[in-house]
């Protein structure tokens, strides 16, 4: 997590880390700018036995709308307007379609982009350990299936997800996107 380095006992786990011998390169990296559908910034610390520390040039590649993963044939729909549904949901959901149009997505929490939504000409935020993305479709909505968190996170479709949507969600939010641990791996390769 990138909240790592404002760790109060940061600068001693540094210290003891260096006492050890290690050189530390710290590079905070976000999913997007590898081609992953999602903005999940993240802290990747690499540690070397070096004279200096490592540090890595990763690719850049253009970021991927989450537009591209949503399959808007697929999922378990339910009406925006029934008995129920929060006032902040509808609120939250009023602000994104006068933001985005009839369809976005939004977390279904109010954190992150919990205002007005997220526009699909974008990547999503981070796919957390639970069900967190609504998909907004006019006056329909869903969560995230597992299938498109899994894209989310650019594991390839062959990929084979438990069956239990929850505990798929709950996996997938706990990964490092492939995409992106190639990435640094190749970069480590490259730099050492």
Known sequence: MV????????????????????????HIVDAANHGVPQHRKRLMLVLTRSA?????????RPHMPVAQIIDFDVGKW???E?????AATLKRIANGRR??????????????????????GRPI????????????????????????????????????????????????GNAVPPVVACDVLNAIKAAA
């Open 125 to 172: 935020g981070t796919i957390t350990t639970r069900d967190r993305w609504a998909v907004i479709d006019g006056d329909r909505m869903r969560m995230l299936t597992k299938e498109e968190g899994r894209d989310a996170m650019s594991f390839p479709t062959n990929y084979i997800l438990p069956q239990q949507h929850r505990l798929a969600m709950h996996m997938l």
């Open 52 to 60: 200096r520390p490592l540090m890595l040039r990763l690719p850049a």
């Open 82 to 86: 029934k008995p129920g549904r929060s």
């Open 3 to 26: 909240e790592f380095v404002q760790w109060q006992l940061y600068p001693a786990w540094l210290a003891a880390v260096q006492a050890l011998g290690y050189q530390i390169a710290p």
């Open 99 to 120: 933001t985005h149009g009839d369809r976005f997505v939004a977390p279904y929490y109010g954190s992150g982009s919990g205002v007005t939504g997220r526009s699909i």
């Open 78 to 80: 339910s009406p925006i």
